[in-house]
């Protein structure tokens, strides 16, 4: 393993390492304004949400590596301490990055990147019409975390106003997570799309899983199940009883007689099928009667 000490890098190589490994990253399309009312717009993929209550965003405009300048969306936030955080999908993504664009002063990246400017309700600057969700903020706070390149500057914002385009909700008024077709950053030139990725987990939150703990140690170290495996199998809030066992022996004759030849090793294969399958119970059988 490549073990680095980030003090014997350059600043560029520490960047490239952690946005290599970081991600992906959502990205906050951030729209501001200076004191004169000049619009800038601008992406930034170093933004999370850290609060729904009250809602707080926190984005970083770092300042630049190669001469330790820094960015007009900064300047703005500190001079009119507002910002639209427009939320990128999948088709302005080659807009977006040409919005990335390092324009002088007084250019107008809206116009530049052929974005539509829409009048916020609560703060001065605009929204970007082709978003599909806009979210005008009040910056609470702004952190500087160092004066080198590289550095980055936390703008803490309180979101104060949501827009959500009606082509991205789904029947019941939330946000269809396929409609909205998110977008965010990986290293290099690299994005990712997340729609063709998505997958659900289901959240214990109202169960109580048994554990990893209360796998066999002889199917943890089988080498046929990998965490995610382990996972599933420790999410049940209870094994199946031995009468079930008894009877899905008598159903499942492959299982019956790999038993009786104690060839375990087929029986979690076939028990990994059946988590393959989304069909943890059976797996959970299949694991318990080899061990009965």
């Known amino acids: 393993m490549l073990s680095i000490d980030p003090k014997e890098l350059t600043a560029v190589q520490t960047q490239a390492y952690l946005q290599g490994a970081v991600g992906p990253r959502p990205i906050a399309f951030a729209s501001t304004?200076?004191?004169?009312?000049?619009?800038?717009?601008?992406?930034f993929s170093f933004f999370n949400l850290f609060s729904s209550n009250p809602p707080i965003l926190v984005f970083s405009p770092a300042?630049?590596?190669?001469?330790?300048?820094?960015?007009?969306?900064?300047?703005?936030?500190?001079?009119?301490?507002?910002?639209?955080?427009?939320?990128?999908?999948?088709?302005m993504v080659q807009q977006l990055s040409l919005a990335s664009t390092e324009y002088g002063d007084g250019i107008d990246e809206f116009i530049k990147s052929g974005f539509t400017k829409l009048p916020s309700d609560m703060v001065k600057p605009f929204r970007v019409a082709e978003s599909p969700v806009q979210l005008e903020c009040k910056v609470n706070e702004i952190i500087a975390?160092?004066?080198?390149?590289?550095?980055?500057?936390?703008?803490?914002?309180?979101?104060?106003?949501?827009?959500?385009s009606e082509t991205v909700l789904d029947e019941k008024g939330g946000i269809?997570?396929?409609?909205?077709?998110?977008?965010?950053?990986?290293?290099?030139?690299?994005?990712?799309?997340a729609t063709p990725g998505m997958f659900e987990v289901e959240k214990p939150l109202t169960t109580l899983?048994?554990?990893?703990?209360?796998?066999?140690?002889?199917?943890?170290?089988?080498g046929i199940f990998v965490g995610n495996d382990l996972g599933i199998l420790g999410n049940v809030?209870?094994?199946?009883?031995?009468?079930?066992?008894?009877?899905?022996?008598?159903?499942?004759n492959d299982i019956k007689n790999w038993k009786n030849e104690n060839n375990n090793e087929l029986i979690y294969k076939k028990a990994k099928l059946f988590l393959e399958n989304h069909d943890v119970l059976s797996a959970w059988k299949a694991i318990l009667a080899a061990k009965m």
């Open 63 to 91: 300042r630049r590596v190669r001469n330790n300048t820094i960015k007009h969306t900064l300047l703005n936030c500190e001079a009119t301490k507002e910002v639209v955080v427009n939320i990128a999908n999948y088709n």
């Open 176 to 193: 269809d997570q396929h409609k909205i077709d998110l977008i965010a950053r990986m290293g290099g030139n690299w994005y990712t799309r």
């Open 33 to 43: 304004v200076d004191e004169n009312g000049n619009p800038n717009l601008s992406p």
């Open 209 to 222: 899983g048994i554990g990893v703990d209360a796998i066999p140690e002889e199917v943890k170290k089988s």
């Open 237 to 252: 809030e209870q094994l199946p009883t031995d009468p079930e066992i008894g009877q899905f022996l008598e159903d499942q």
């Open 145 to 164: 975390l160092g004066d080198q390149g590289g550095a980055g500057n936390l703008i803490i914002c309180e979101v104060v106003k949501i827009h959500i």
